[in-house]
């Protein structure tokens, strides 16, 4: 299992991972575009929500992690780090709301996979692919996605919004592979089904499939960085008749993050 954000100035991205022998836990964590220290709490609550998810599944045995719990277990989750986010927030000083809206917006898409059961969850926008299958989360009106933390001021977003809901669940039997990202994975499908080349080249960027499909995606989580990084890269080339030159941007406007898991024929990856 390998995971990497595009590393980029403004990237507003964080990712958390735990593995025991029970479950595989993994989130992502968006920060919002509007907030200047959303990087800073989507970090924070990527480490926290990990945290918490993983402890509430270690006490409970895997027979027992059902669908009916599952959801129970995502809510307990959500408040446990609601309180902690309002005992930071508190210690920071300084208006409550403003230091929620400066530093702790952030979406949060992710899966927990048992022995089992697997489930993918989310607050607010994002993408998961179990299977080959899309699933996009979003978008919302006037561009406004659910925060977790907006449950702790006053908001006009709808309260059963701001809960956790899952989106798939299955047999762990039956996946073959997992890729959750944020909203930019979006543009990293489009392009691949556009059949684009990375900026400067004339190589293709290829199948979002490519992630699981490939092998050396699990050498290293510098892979998936490089391919990232190349997908956003400034590149020139010449034109057909040599003379002109060609600039080419970046075909990810926004901040991707993506963690991948698939399976092997002796273990999850």
């Not at 480490?47 to 409970?60: D, G, K, P, T």
């Not at 925060?147 to 798939?168: C, D, H, M, Q, W």
Request: proline share 7%.
């Amino acid at each position: 299992m390998h995971s990497d954000p595009l590393v980029s100035k403004a990237n507003q991205d964080a990712f958390a991972i735990r593995r025991t022998n029970t479950a595989i836990t993994a989130l992502i964590c968006d920060g919002c575009s509007k907030g200047p220290y959303s990087e800073v709490g989507a970090h924070i609550g990527a480490r926290l929500f990990v945290e918490a998810i993983e402890s509430q599944v270690a006490h409970i045995p895997v027979p027992s992690l059902t669908d009916e719990l599952f959801p129970v277990i995502l809510e307990r989750v959500r408040l446990d780090v609601l309180a902690q986010i309002r005992g930071l927030a508190n210690l920071m000083g300084g208006s409550f709301s403003e230091t929620i809206s400066d530093y702790f917006l952030f979406t949060v898409v992710g899966m927990v996979m048992t022995p089992l059961r697997t489930w993918t969850f989310s607050i607010g926008d994002g993408v998961f692919i179990v299977n080959g299958e899309i699933t996009r989360l979003g978008p919302f009106p006037e561009n406004e996605p659910p925060y977790p933390a907006l449950g702790l001021v006053r908001s006009k977003i709808a309260p059963e919004l701001l809960v956790f809901g899952v989106n798939k669940s299955c047999w762990t039997n039956q996946v073959d592979s997992i890729l959750i990202g944020s909203d930019g994975v979006v543009d990293l499908v489009r392009a691949g089904e556009k059949e684009l080349n990375l900026p400067g080249t004339k190589e293709p960027i290829g199948p979002i499939s490519q992630f699981w499909e490939v092998d050396r995606y699990f050498a290293g989580p510098h892979w998936i960085r490089r391919r990232l990084v190349l997908a956003n890269q400034f590149g020139v080339r010449l034109d057909r008749t040599g003379s002109d030159i060609i600039r080419e941007y970046g075909l990810l406007p926004d901040d991707t993050t993506i963690v991948v898991v698939r399976r092997t024929p002796n273990r999850e990856e």
